[in-house]
């Protein structure tokens, strides 16, 4: 009886969410096409409508009173970066071919008004221009916490301008295996003056934060 029990709730569980993932594989159909021909990693062809979590991070950037130049680091095919409202838009990624297929998306759908170029947080060169924002969501699990502190410090004490921020997501469930670093916004930002700002949950345990010089949360 119990067996039967758990694949009824089973089934109705699956068939709850049908609709759902009905939506999500729609959505995504424009991605699988375009990865038959860039053949970038399968986890960019998820539609940006169903990460509630990158939405709410084009809406806290574009409500910033200064807008002139935001910069996204590991911006995959540009979903985020694309939809801001900046003057200047730059995504930087360590993926040539996700970088080959962002630029097509932004020559069709953007009228190139993102720039897209080659950057490893870890290894390339340190950045040059200053910028009002600065996203560095969902890569970072891949880099260790004490390497992501010190390229946190440089671009905030470097190229932020004086009410810029920067906004990353932290994982807070250490119990997730698809992660493998698990990082502390304290611990991130305990060596700059700044203020953290905590934008929003979301499923999976993320947890988006702003860490800024100036405060736009009044």
Known sequence: ???????????????????????????????????????????????????????????????????????????????????LDYNTKVGLDNDEQVLKAARFVSKVFDKNKTDFNFYDLVNSDTLNEIYDVVLVPNFAHAISSEILKKKIEHIFLNNLSDSGEIILDVIEDKNLQNYRNFHSVDYLSES?????????????????YSISKKSNHL
């Open 1 to 83: 009886m119990l067996q039967k029990k758990i694949i009824k709730n089973l089934n109705l569980r699956r068939i709850r969410h049908l609709p759902t993932n009905i939506s999500k594989l729609y959505f995504s159909i424009p991605k699988i096409i375009l990865r038959l021909f860039f053949k970038f990693n399968l986890w960019h062809i998820s539609s940006y409508r169903h990460r509630k979590y990158a939405i709410s991070i084009v809406k806290h950037a574009n409500a910033k009173e200064i807008r002139n130049k935001a910069l996204e680091i590991g911006c995959g095919l540009g979903d985020i970066i694309r939809r």
């Open 192 to 208: 700059i003056e700044c203020e953290i700002y905590k934008i929003g949950e979301f499923k999976h345990s993320r947890t988006i």
